[in-house]
């Protein structure tokens, strides 16, 4: 009896061994898996927090992991337009700023329709010249190319490190722009062939055209220009609709903007007529800022006897009409210096927002009597 109870104890002690190592195996594949289940959602999770050794302080300490930034189309905006940029990138290239001519000669003018950015200011004789600013667009061909002005290089300061071209200039403009450390800038009449070509179809000096891409290489500059105004979707309180806005620069420069509610921009015309680029296209705008300035003469004439410079004053304050949206909006614009961009408010203080898209900058002297139909 004896011998058979310590048989039977044995067997007991083996049988709670088995059992003990079972669950002992159990507990070790759960832990395991849990480990394997946490350390896959740490290494899945973006907002995952893993501790990592400090190797400054020989301590431990737990950091945040983010997955790296990557650019993305709904991500990337033209600094001067406010659209998707192209490819989901911004061009790495500075704003390309070009002299064109406006004079009857020179219209319908090629590339105006592809700018960024377009600027009508006041030259001598009662006309008016552009100066068409590119960086997200490219058109193939833009002129005709015409000289340079004083205020030239005073309106694209704002761009950051631009390039400016022009068809030569009176020397005083030559030297002065030349002494702008901060611009690029190319006489097209230095060049004999491309990126410049002399087209056969108009005369000189209406026939000088330039490649924007052609242009670009010619300057190693990759750093694409600031914003240039502050956009928005939304429309701003404190306008109202407007039809037509008049801008009589002269007999020769009678420019209007007129409301289309279809194509949703601005169309331009000349005394009643609508205004073509080389394409067959009316231009139009989705924003035109119309900036009232000073306008003294300049000390030198440009064409000839009696045709002294209009200087446009660019920097300081003064009214301005924002016309977007089909809706006028009146205040002012300031710019303190020559490096900041231009800023529109309303006359509660209230910042003047463009929508995206292209925009048409009215540089106009104090002089010319605009004028505004209301939208019926």
Same mark, same amino acid.
């Given at each position: 009896?004896?011998?058979?109870?310590?048989?039977?104890?044995?067997?007991?002690?083996?049988?709670?061994?088995?059992?003990?190592?079972?669950?002992?195996?159990?507990?070790?594949?759960?832990?395991?898996?849990?480990?394997?289940?946490?350390?896959?959602?740490?290494?899945?999770?973006?907002?995952?927090?893993?501790?990592?050794?400090?190797?400054?302080?020989?301590?431990?300490?737990?950091?945040?992991?983010?997955?790296?930034?990557?650019?993305?189309?709904?991500?990337?905006?033209?600094?001067?337009?406010?659209?998707?940029?192209?490819?989901?990138?911004?061009?790495?290239?500075?704003?390309?700023?070009?002299?064109?001519?406006?004079?009857?000669?020179?219209?319908?003018?090629?590339?105006?329709?592809?700018?960024?950015?377009?600027?009508?200011?006041?030259?001598?004789?009662?006309?008016?010249?552009?100066?068409?600013?590119?960086?997200?667009?490219?058109?193939?061909?833009?002129?005709?190319?015409?000289?340079?002005?004083?205020?030239?290089?005073? /309106? $694209?300061? !704002?761009?950051?490190?631009?390039?400016?071209?022009?068809?030569?200039?009176?020397? &005083? +403009?030559?030297? @002065? =722009?030349?002494?702008?450390?901060?611009?690029?800038?190319?006489?097209?009449?230095?060049?004999?062939?491309?990126?410049?070509?002399?087209?056969?179809?108009?005369?000189?000096?209406?026939?000088?055209?330039?490649?924007?891409?052609?242009?670009?290489?010619?300057?190693?500059?990759?750093?694409?220009?600031?914003?240039?105004?502050?956009?928005?979707?939304?429309?701003?309180?404190?306008?109202?609709?407007?039809?037509?806005?008049?801008?009589?620069?002269?007999?020769?420069?009678?420019?209007?903007?007129?409301?289309?509610?279809?194509?949703?921009?601005?169309?331009?015309?000349?005394?009643?007529?609508?205004?073509?680029?080389?394409?067959?296209?009316?231009?139009?705008?989705?924003? /035109? $800022?119309? !900036?009232?300035?000073?306008?003294?003469?300049?000390?030198?004439?440009?064409?000839? &006897? +009696?045709?002294? @410079? =209009?200087?446009?004053?660019?920097?300081?304050?003064?009214?301005?009409?924002?016309?977007?949206?089909?809706?006028?909006?009146?205040?002012?614009?300031?710019?303190?210096?020559?490096?900041?961009?231009?800023?529109?408010?309303?006359?509660?203080?209230?910042?003047?927002?463009?929508?995206?898209?292209?925009?048409?900058?009215?540089?106009?002297?104090?002089?010319?009597?605009?004028?505004?139909?209301?939208?019926?």
């Amino acid at each position: 009896m004896a011998q058979h109870s310590r048989a039977k104890k044995r067997r007991g002690r083996q049988q709670r061994r088995v059992r003990l190592i079972k669950v002992l195996g159990v507990l070790a594949i759960a832990v395991i898996v849990i480990g394997a289940i946490t350390l896959d959602s740490l290494r899945t999770s973006p907002n995952a927090r893993i501790p990592v050794k400090d190797r400054s302080v020989g301590t431990s300490k737990t950091v945040q992991s983010t997955p790296p930034a990557t650019a993305t189309s709904t991500s990337a905006r033209c600094p001067l337009t406010d659209l998707p940029a192209p490819n989901g990138q911004v061009p790495q290239r500075p704003a390309l700023a070009i002299k064109v001519g406006n004079d009857p000669g020179a219209r319908p003018q090629s590339g105006l329709s592809g700018a960024d950015v377009v600027y009508e200011v006041q030259a001598e004789g009662g006309i008016t010249r552009f100066i068409a600013v590119f960086q997200c667009q490219s058109p193939p061909m833009v002129g005709p190319i015409r000289s340079l002005r004083w205020v030239d290089w005073h /309106v $694209v300061h !704002q761009l950051g490190h631009p390039i400016l071209v022009s068809a030569g200039g009176i020397i &005083p +403009d030559i030297q @002065g =722009v030349k002494a702008q450390g901060w611009l690029h800038y190319i006489d097209a009449l230095s060049y004999v062939g491309a990126p410049f070509v002399r087209i056969t179809s108009r005369v000189p000096p209406e026939n000088l055209y330039g490649s924007t891409a052609e242009i670009w290489k010619l300057v190693g500059s990759k750093t694409p220009p600031p914003r240039l105004f502050d956009f928005s979707t939304q429309v701003p309180a404190g306008g109202n609709g407007v039809d037509t806005v008049v801008l009589p620069f002269s007999a020769a420069e009678d420019v209007s903007w007129e409301w289309s509610a279809s194509a949703g921009r601005f169309l331009r015309f000349y005394s009643g007529q609508p205004a073509y680029g080389n394409g067959g296209e009316q231009l139009s705008a989705t924003n /035109v $800022v119309v !900036q009232f300035v000073n306008a003294p003469p300049g000390k030198y004439n440009e064409s000839g &006897p +009696d045709s002294l @410079g =209009v200087h446009s004053q660019t920097v300081g304050e003064g009214s301005v009409w924002i016309l977007r949206n089909g809706e006028i909006f009146k205040g002012h614009w300031e710019r303190r210096t020559l490096e900041q961009p231009t800023s529109y408010y309303l006359s509660n203080g209230e910042q003047i927002t463009l929508a995206p898209g292209q925009t048409w900058v009215e540089v106009v002297p104090n002089w010319v009597q605009a004028s505004e139909t209301p939208a019926p």
